[in-house]
């Protein structure tokens, strides 16, 4: 069973876009979400993160958890060509180690 | 803004050799884990390490890995006699002092197995 699922994409959207990306999870033990964007030959590159259910929101980007429903998204407002990456999202288990996701690809076009 | 250093960037090893992959975390991080990625794969969990042990390790870091905190700033994983299959990207990533903090990760170093 797989612990955290992406949509590995690619998710081609025009600048400016309002970009959804998504990601479902298992184990509900633990419930701390975290989401990185990396760029290629890059790491990790840390963008937000979550102990709770609700919408948190950091300039143009909002992370939002439905733990009824085992769901995690982000949104990026405005969306940029330089925004183009693969987005991963990850769960914090119970001994501190990230479960990553596989990724979503995301092309924001000029 | 602080970050993860990561050195080399890249190594080529031929496979049965030693290889120590090296990071500086964050200065005043004390959680410290290694992940690596196979090309198109996840990134996955390696081991993590507090207060110069290791704290969890998974089924991938058997006999042939082991980690270091040799100073106050150094932080490696060697592996011991490389395979093909430890063909990869490393990342290294620390944490505040508090454990349920963010992990923050270096830019990796890309490891080709001969």
């Known amino acids: 069973q797989k612990e955290v699922e992406q949509d590995p994409g690619p998710l081609s959207v025009p600048e400016g876009a309002i970009v959804s990306l998504n990601c479902t999870y298992s184990?509900?033990?633990?419930?701390?979400f975290m989401w990185y964007r990396q760029y290629s030959r890059k790491g990790p590159e840390l963008l937000m993160y979550?102990?709770?259910?609700g919408n948190k929101e950091d300039g143009r980007f909002t992370a939002q958890v439905d733990k009824s429903s085992k769901y995690i998204s982000l949104f990026i407002r405005d969306s940029q060509p330089s925004d183009s990456a693969t987005y991963l999202c990850?769960?914090?288990?119970?001994?501190?180690?990230?479960?990553f996701g596989s990724g979503t690809r995301l092309l924001v076009r000029p | 803004e602080p970050e993860v250093t990561q050195t080399p960037s890249h190594q080529v090893t031929q496979m049965g050799q030693e290889v120590i992959l090296r990071c500086v975390p964050i200065?005043?991080?004390?959680?410290f884990y290694w992940y690596r990625q196979i090309l198109g794969q996840k990134v996955e969990f390696l081991v993590s390490?507090?207060?110069?042990?290791?704290?969890?390790k998974s089924e991938i870091f058997d006999d042939q890995f082991s980690v270091e905190r040799p100073d106050g700033s150094n932080f490696t994983l060697k592996i011991r006699s490389t395979k093909l299959e430890d063909s990869a990207m490393y990342f290294c990533?620390?944490?505040?002092?508090?454990?349920?903090?963010?992990?923050?990760f270096g830019d990796g170093t890309r490891l080709s197995i001969l």
């Open positions: 184990n509900s033990a633990f419930q701390y």
């Open positions: 390490f507090y207060n110069n042990e290791i704290s969890e």
């Open positions: 979550t102990y709770s259910s």
């Open positions: 990850a769960r914090v288990d119970s001994s501190y180690k990230l479960i």
């Open positions: 200065s005043n991080h004390l959680y």
């Open positions: 990533a620390s944490s505040a002092q508090d454990s349920n903090q963010p992990q923050h």
